[in-house]
């Protein structure tokens, strides 16, 4: 079956853009989380969705981020005026429950703030 | 709060010889552990995973992990490199309390395997 996709693969923008990245979770995952990768921050969690409910956004760098997921599935992470510490690769990662339930991620969004 | 320190950065093997990924975590609660791999300009796969059955877990590739509490450890071992084996390799621990599965990632060692 399809994995977890996420759109696009690249993105580059200028700064104080704003950009839209996009994860489509494996079909029937309930869980769906946002992972960033950056050369100075390793891996870091920014939010949780359980549903379309997110109970954990406790890793949002700032208000300029944000994220909502529709009809318990797709989700979108937003970044508004971006700066260029924003650069980093994007993951999102999904699983059947949240919990210990393996999560699967998606290949991510490499996004560059010129 | 959970946290997973991995101990090396970098470490380089020859082909045919054992692989020893170093791991040390810190958590209140029974930590749940895993271990992932990302090849060069690939997603995150899951090698293994602790759930506090048995200590010792075996994974996929031949990798295998031992939980060891009264260390706090978790160390990542495969009795044979491969040269497919090269990629950089994350200890990872689940956080708690909540059980939301949010992941606490340690800061990653890159896997390196000569001929």
């Known amino acids: 079956g399809a994995g977890v996709s996420q759109s696009p693969s690249n993105k580059v923008t200028e700064k104080g853009k704003d950009v839209e990245l996009r994860c489509d979770p494996i079909?029937?995952?309930?869980?769906l989380y946002w992972y960033r990768q950056s050369l100075g921050q390793g891996l870091e969690f920014l939010i949780y969705?359980?549903?379309?409910?997110?109970?954990?956004k406790s890793g949002l760098p700032s208000d300029r981020f944000s994220a909502e997921r529709t009809g318990g599935s797709v989700s979108t992470l937003t970044i508004q005026r971006t700066q260029q510490e924003d650069s980093a690769v994007y993951l999102c990662?999904?699983?059947?429950?949240?919990?210990?339930?393996?999560?699967?991620f998606g290949p991510g969004t490499r996004l560059t703030v010129l | 709060a959970q946290s997973v320190t991995q101990l090396d950065s970098h470490v380089s093997v020859s082909e045919g010889t054992p692989v020893l990924l170093r791991c040390n975590y810190s958590?209140?609660?029974?930590?749940?552990l895993f271990w992932y791999v990302q090849h060069p300009n690939k997603g995150l796969q899951l090698l293994l995973k602790?759930?506090?059955?048995?200590?010792l877990v075996k994974g996929i590739n031949g990798f295998e992990a031992e939980f060891k509490k009264s260390e706090t450890s978790f160390h990542l071992t495969k009795p044979s490199a491969h040269m497919s084996d090269a990629a950089e390799y994350f200890c990872?621990?689940?956080?708690?309390?909540?059980?939301?599965?949010?992941?606490?990632f340690g800061q990653g060692t890159t896997l390196q395997v000569k001929p």
């Open positions: 990662a999904s699983s059947f429950r949240s919990g210990s339930d393996e999560q699967f």
């Open positions: 079909s029937g995952h309930t869980a």
């Open positions: 969705f359980q549903g379309n409910s997110a109970p954990d």
């Open positions: 958590s209140s609660y029974s930590p749940s």
């Open positions: 602790y759930t506090s059955a048995a200590t």
């Open positions: 990872v621990v689940s956080d708690r309390p909540g059980n939301t599965g949010k992941l606490i």
